[in-house]
């Protein structure tokens, strides 16, 4: 039988949760017989290594929205393909594509995180935007992809009657690509400390850094030191703050980090500190790591991550010494985790992708 050809649409590749979910959606599709190519709609590309079997098609435009025009000729050209895309502005900017080049494309629609929880924080024509045409192109979806319950429960709030095109279908990792790539070096000049935690995270406001960084200027903990891998708009913010509680050998900020893993591993605890989230894959691949891990409870999929503190913990609090004491607290009783096999087999790329065969 021949198969579709699979088109991802990402908007850019930077490191960030999102991006990386679609790679990995690239990467599994293509060890599954697909035929793939992997649109990137921006400019921003970190040094990559892409699969070599992927067709890596770059628009390379400033903003999604002026890749319409773009989308709409790769639609004329290519009909039958199955379109999947992350994140609802590009969601939405490949269904208007698909109407304007009346393709009959199956496009999957995945949501990244509880959006209701975020949309105000979105500048105002962009959240204009989502809110007139969510419910008029989201109904032309194939099918909807929430990746964890809280994430379908925040978008059912909104969107009730779109509830017969939700599919809960958890992100796929590649245990065994995570767990070679955290044995090579971390990096050519970087030289890690005794001893550390961990947070793998956008550099914005509902990572909630502001609250981590106060929290781990209260932990007892001696000889620890906090890295914070990755970039974004809030980092002059959190540099600030940094500077201010006196925590410039204490708290390092890395920045985008080509292999993770390496660090993540050696780790010997991992934290998420978000307010709001899909299924967080920092968490996910700290688990795979088995590098255990502390988050704040909010609403998101860590909930269903940890398993009843199987896999790592959850606190509920709003107090950073609170947050302090916990990281002293697992730190001190050495608490190591053993990944589960139900766990590895449920986020596996054989069960994701033969979750996806049984949509497409």
């Given amino acids: 039988m021949i198969k579709n050809k699979i088109t991802i649409v990402n908007y850019a590749f930077t490191g960030g949760g999102s991006e990386r979910v679609l790679c990995n959606f690239a990467s599994l599709f293509s060890q599954m017989g697909y035929e793939v190519d992997h649109i990137i709609l921006s400019k ?5 290594q892409f699969d070599k079997n992927i067709n890596v098609i770059k628009f390379s435009r400033s903003r999604s929205v002026y890749c319409l025009l773009d989308l709409i000729k790769y639609f004329t050209r290519n009909r039958d393909n199955i379109i999947i895309s992350s994140q609802r502005h590009i969601n939405l900017i490949v269904l208007i594509a698909k109407v304007l080049s009346f393709s009959k494309n199956k496009i999957f629609v995945r949501e990244s995180t509880c959006y209701n929880l975020l949309i105000d924080t979105e500048p105002f024509l962009k959240k204009i935007f989502i809110k007139l045409f969510t419910p008029i192109f989201y109904k032309l979806s194939y ?10 429960i925040d978008f059912l709030q909104s969107y009730p009657y779109l509830n017969y095109k939700i599919k809960k279908i958890y992100n796929p990792i590649d245990f065994n690509s995570i767990i070679n790539e955290s044995k090579k070096k ?18 914005s406001p509902e990572k909630n850094l502001q609250f981590l960084i106060n929290a781990f200027s209260r932990v ?24 201010r509680l006196n925590l410039q050998d204490k708290v390092i900020l890395l920045g985008h980090v080509k292999n993770p893993y390496a660090i993540v591993s ?5 934290l998420s500190t978000s307010v709001v989230e899909g299924l967080p894959n920092a968490v996910l691949e700290s688990i795979a790591l088995e590098t255990p891990i502390l988050a704040l409870r909010s609403i998101s999929g860590v909930e269903e991550l940890l398993r009843n503190n199987k896999c790592g913990y959850t606190i509920d609090t709003d107090d950073s010494s609170i947050f302090a004491s916990k990281i002293d607290e697992i730190i001190s009783r050495n608490i190591r985790i053993n990944l589960l096999d139900e766990f590895k087999s449920q986020y596996s790329f054989l069960s994701i992708g033969e979750k996806f065969e049984e949509l497409f």
């Fill in 220 to 243: 007892n903990t001696k000889g620890l030191k906090l890295l914070i891998l990755g970039e974004g708009r809030d980092r002059q913010n959190v540099e600030s703050l940094i500077k």
């Fill in 143 to 152: 099918n909807i992809i929430c990746p964890a319950e809280d994430v379908k």
């Fill in 266 to 270: 050696k780790a010997i605890l991992s």
């Fill in 186 to 203: 971390e990096g050519k000049d970087l030289i890690l400390p005794d001893k550390f935690a961990v947070a793998v995270c956008r550099l």
């Fill in 44 to 48: 921003k590309i970190s040094e990559s």
